[in-house]
């Protein structure tokens, strides 16, 4: 089992920037990826972006481009989402997640973190 913690959510005005923090623990090297996605109001959950334990190879959603970046710290076994430039639609219950395959495809992530509210003031 892997457990994954997120934090660092909040309020923010459009074009501020937050990070959100994933800690994980448990059976760690099971899952070489870590990937977040997000959850808008009245939406589908969608992938924002992944990232390799191993080696740091990152993949994003073209709609976060730019903008997030995904980073890790093997030594802490954490990994964090740096958004800048934050959107009204950018508003978000926004969930890590842990995978064998560095993927947009929510169903390869089997351990799921129980999210953490982002909100942007327009």
């Known amino acids: 089992q892997v457990q994954l913690v997120e934090s660092g959510g909040g309020l923010v005005q459009a074009g501020g920037s937050l990070r959100l923090s994933c800690a994980a623990s448990?059976?760690?090297?099971?899952?070489?990826?870590m990937g977040w996605f997000r959850h808008p109001p009245g939406k589908e959950r969608e992938f924002v972006g992944a990232i390799k334990w191993s080696g740091g190879s990152t993949i994003y959603a073209d709609s976060v481009k730019g903008r997030f970046t995904i980073s890790r710290d093997n030594a802490k076994n954490t990994v964090y989402l740096q958004m800048n430039s934050l959107k009204f639609e950018d508003t978000a219950v926004y969930y890590c997640a842990a995978s064998v395959v560095l993927s947009g495809r929510a169903a390869l992530y089997d351990y799921w973190g129980r999210g953490t509210l982002v909100t942007v003031s327009s």
């Open positions: 448990g059976r760690t090297f099971s899952s070489n990826v």
